[in-house]
């Protein structure tokens, strides 16, 4: 039993915790194990944390022990991206430019997990800053794809997908600013969800772009991730965007029932060079929701066009403003001034001030975080705010309406979650256009602020194939009620990656 233990969903390991068929121990261990196994491979975390595991596992045996109740995500085995602080623990945002940093506090959505009896198995690598969409840019190591080891697993939230999937934790949390949720999701053949903007507490994610950042869970089926969401979401006064509103309990919406469900299909989102196989499966996966008494016909979102531009000048911009605050003064990497030396002690003049920042920033950051701050510095300097910045607010806009619109005739709005099924390691490294264009089917959602979620929904080439559904502000529970419809009468979500 205990082999077979890291294979299992959280509703499984609750009812073998429940009924005291095995301690939360034997099940830190399985995943602990199945961790030295598969990870030299698969390479998804930066951090493990097996002695913090254990520890939390003997604090929930203990409460079993006692008689006490406990709750559904108490004892599971939980990974975080390593762009979320927790206490202690390495925060790297897979940077050198934070590679020795540890946080003195724990952000909200860990507080929530270990609150909810979670246990810690490590920090899962990522695009460094959470800038990318392949897993490539960590300024650490590549994350290879569990389904095929010389493929990406997509990104930012690359390592996260990868540890689901490979069944190396049972599940993860990954931020979503432009799809790093939804796109790796699709790529590892796992569930992903990006909850309305301010659902989730961003305080303690280290911000990439403000107006855009959203956690989210990545599971291992639907079920799952409406019992993550139900311990993360809430209002948290240390975060000025989080929403005040109440918090329904998701599990609720895990209804197999899409009868009178209007399903808006939007033309837009197959072209961009979308694969005709990825076509042909979500076409299908519309098809199968039909016969279960939902009505669809396509639709249209003309700014959708515009959604990958936009997201590329806003982004950049709030970027540039957010990483302003790495320059070697306050913790993290600090270069020396003339020379490629590492110290906390640099003291000197203002020009050697201003050679430690140089040095500093140029030896820390990679390469796309780089071009990014220097896109953002652009679009933001006097002359071209208006033309770039002020510009891409309005579209902006535009897109937010069309979608408005668009839910006002449907509940749900159905798409790919990525153009093509996950490609090779190195071989878009060259196209960064190529690069970006994995998010284009995911970057509306983040722009609108609304709630969006991938699950598996075929394969190519034995690469998962994602499926995604979208639904207005704050109605995740029709999203988990549709996609947990498609889920029960599929058995993709079942299939798992021969390591």
């Not at 209007?262 to 989102?269: A, D, S």
């Not at 602020?449 to 639904?471: D, E, R, T, W, Y």
Request: aromatic share 8%; charged share 25%; hydrophobic share 40%.
């Amino acid at each position: 039993m205990s082999d077979r233990l890291c294979n299992l969903t959280i509703h499984e390991i609750h009812e073998l915790l429940r009924k005291k068929q095995v301690s939360a121990r034997e099940i830190a261990e399985s995943f602990i194990r199945r961790i030295e196994e598969v990870d030299p491979r698969v390479r998804a975390f930066i951090t493990t944390t097996p002695d913090y595991a254990l520890k939390q596992a003997e604090a929930v045996d203990q409460a079993i022990s006692r008689g006490e109740a406990i709750g559904p995500l108490a004892g599971v085995p939980a990974a975080i991206k390593d762009n979320m602080c927790t206490r202690g623990i390495f925060t790297t945002c897979a940077s050198k430019i934070l590679y020795n940093y540890k946080p003195i506090y724990d952000a909200t959505v860990v507080e929530r997990l270990y609150m909810a009896g979670a246990t810690l198995v490590g920090k899962t690598n990522l695009d460094e800053f959470a800038m990318g969409s392949s897993t490539e840019n960590s300024g650490f190591f590549v994350t290879r794809n569990p389904w095929n080891l010389d493929t990406v697993p997509g990104g930012s939230s690359g390592g996260s997908a990868a540890a689901v999937a490979a069944d190396e934790c049972a599940f993860a949390l990954g931020s979503d600013t432009g799809g790093s949720i939804r796109q790796p999701a699709s790529f590892c053949g796992v569930v992903g969800m990006k909850p309305t903007y301010g659902r989730v507490s961003r305080y303690g994610l280290v911000a990439f772009a403000s107006s855009l950042d959203q956690i989210g869970p990545i599971t291992k089926d639907v079920t799952d991730c409406a019992i993550v969401l139900n311990a993360i979401c809430g209002k948290d006064r240390r975060d000025s965007t989080s929403l005040d509103v109440p918090v329904p309990d998701f599990t609720q919406s895990l209804r197999a029932d899409v009868k009178g469900l209007k399903i808006g299909v939007p033309k837009e989102f197959f072209g961009f060079g979308t694969d005709p196989d990825v076509q042909a499966a979500v076409r299908k996966a519309v098809d199968l929701l039909t016969e279960l008494g939902a009505h669809a016909e396509e639709t249209s979102m003309p700014s959708v066009e515009y959604g990958l531009a936009v997201y590329y000048i806003i982004a950049p911009a709030e970027c540039s403003s957010n990483l302003a605050r790495y320059d070697g003064v306050r913790y993290g990497l600090r270069v020396a001034p003339d020379s490629g030396t590492v110290t906390r002690q640099t003291r000197g003049s203002k020009s050697s001030i201003v050679s430690m920042f140089e040095r500093t920033r140029e030896q820390g950051f990679g390469a796309e975080v780089k071009q990014r701050i220097m896109i953002g510095t652009y679009a933001l300097s006097a002359g071209y705010y208006d033309a770039y910045y002020l510009k891409a607010q309005k579209v902006r806009t535009l897109l937010r309406r069309d979608f408005d619109k668009a839910f006002e005739k449907y509940d749900i709005l159905v798409t790919p979650t990525s153009p093509t099924v996950a490609f090779g390691i190195g071989e878009r490294a060259d196209d960064p256009y190529a690069m970006k264009l994995a998010d284009i089917c995911t970057i509306p959602a983040n722009l609108a602020g609304i709630p969006g979620i991938s699950v598996p929904c075929g394969f190519k080439n034995g690469l998962p194939i994602g499926l995604q559904i979208m639904a207005k502000a704050l109605d995740e529970e029709t999203l988990i009620r549709a996609a947990f419809t498609y889920e029960q009468h599929t058995e993709y979500h079942r299939k798992k990656p021969q390591l």
